[in-house]
């Protein structure tokens, strides 16, 4: 049987527990499961592409068929090139679907073999975000429960600078 490849792009500026929280899940699901960082610019990210990249390989190094990648430009053009027609996001209460409904309705106009599969975090997870946690950590709050150890570690360390 053909491997079944779901791709999980994000901005993931940091990567949080909710987003690994949606990780656990998608591979109980997929055969595997390529997170991907979404290499924007203009968003003016706080971590290098790199940089977040790292971050997810080190907190996600314990989950099985797990891998990290990078893309910029249009989501449907990566996934064909790792041929995947599933997208995953991760829903957290009803102020996500408004946003996601309309990602995944262009996604599937441009191509309409893919699905996009969602999925509910813990809700222990529900009110964390990256730019929460972001901001948070610059005023040197403590975020031990809502992220991995090596990402807390990194945010500490940019905002010690
Ligand atoms: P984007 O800029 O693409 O929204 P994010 O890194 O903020 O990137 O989020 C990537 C995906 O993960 C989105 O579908 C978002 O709804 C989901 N997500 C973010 N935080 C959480 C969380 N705490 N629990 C579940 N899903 C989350």
Same mark, same amino acid.
Not at 31 to 57: Q, W
Not at 90 to 101: H, K, M, P, T, W
Not at 114 to 135: C, D, G, H, Q
Not at 143 to 159: D, G, I, R, T
């Given at each position: 049987?053909?491997?079944?490849?779901?791709?999980?792009?994000?901005?993931?500026?940091?990567?949080?527990?909710?987003?690994?929280?949606?990780?656990?899940?998608?591979? /109980?699901?997929?055969?595997?499961?390529?997170?991907?960082?979404?290499?924007?610019?203009?968003?003016?990210?706080?971590?290098?592409?790199?940089?977040?990249?790292?971050?997810?390989?080190?907190?996600?190094?314990?989950?099985?068929?797990?891998?990290?990648?990078?893309?910029?430009?249009?989501?449907?053009?990566?996934?064909?090139?790792?041929?995947?027609?599933?997208?995953?996001? /991760?829903?957290?209460?009803?102020?996500?679907?408004?946003?996601?409904?309309?990602?995944?309705?262009?996604?599937?106009?441009?191509?309409?073999?893919?699905?996009?599969?969602?999925?509910?975090?813990?809700?222990?997870?529900?009110?964390?975000?990256?730019?929460?946690?972001?901001?948070?950590?610059?005023? /040197?709050?403590?975020?031990?429960?809502?992220?991995?150890?090596?990402?807390?570690?990194?945010?500490? *360390? *940019?905002?010690? *600078?």
């Amino acid at each position: 049987m053909k491997k079944k490849i779901a791709i999980y792009p994000g901005s993931f500026d940091p990567v949080t527990n909710g987003h690994i929280d949606i990780i656990k899940r998608a591979v /109980g699901i997929f055969d595997e499961v390529i997170v991907s960082v979404l290499s924007n610019r203009e968003k003016k990210p706080l971590f290098t592409t790199e940089e977040r990249m790292e971050m997810i390989k080190e907190a996600v190094k314990a989950i099985a068929n797990v891998s990290v990648g990078s893309f910029s430009g249009l989501l449907v053009d990566y996934m064909k090139k790792h041929n995947s027609n599933v997208a995953i996001r /991760g829903l957290r209460a009803v102020s996500d679907l408004d946003y996601e409904f309309q990602i995944a309705h262009i996604n599937r106009e441009l191509y309409p073999e893919m699905e996009t599969v969602f999925f509910m975090p813990n809700a222990k997870y529900v009110y964390l975000s990256s730019s929460i946690v972001r901001e948070a950590a610059s005023f /040197g709050g403590d975020l031990s429960k809502h992220l991995p150890a090596n990402v807390k570690q990194a945010l500490e *360390k *940019k905002f010690a *600078k």
